[in-house]
């Protein structure tokens, strides 16, 4: 399975980003993805999750302001993440992976909430 999360940055708290993976490989067998994320010096954790329904949940921190999207074709999915009203507390680095066992981890993308 391979992993492509982009589009975080650097936004002031209040702000707004949306996040992008691109998953491609043998998926076929894979029903639910999540975007997790790690804080420095913290455990990673999950944020949200979705099944290939489009069935979504999320974790406290995340319900009201993250909506995770998924859109699938034969060869990739595409896994979305919009996130707003961000605090500091959300900086870390965002991944995608299957969900709840998830895969090699790819690179992630950084976020930070700063002013």
């Known amino acids: 399975v391979q992993l492509q999360a982009f589009g975080g940055g650097l936004v002031q708290p209040g702000g707004f980003l949306r996040l992008t993976c691109i998953v491609s490989?043998?998926?076929?067998?894979?029903?639910?993805w999540g975007w997790y994320r790690q804080a420095r010096g913290q455990e990673r954790e999950l944020v949200a999750r979705?099944?290939?329904?489009?069935?979504?949940?999320?974790e406290d921190f995340a319900k009201g302001r993250f909506t995770i999207t998924i859109s699938r074709d034969n060869a990739k999915n595409t896994l979305s993440l919009q996130m707003r009203s961000l605090e500091p507390e959300d900086t870390g680095v965002y991944y995608c992976?299957?969900?709840?066992?998830?895969?090699?981890w790819g690179k992630g993308t950084q976020v930070t909430v700063s002013s």
């Open positions: 490989g043998n998926i076929a067998e894979i029903y639910s």
């Open positions: 992976n299957a969900c709840p066992i998830p895969r090699t």
């Open positions: 979705i099944h290939r329904s489009g069935n979504a949940n999320y």
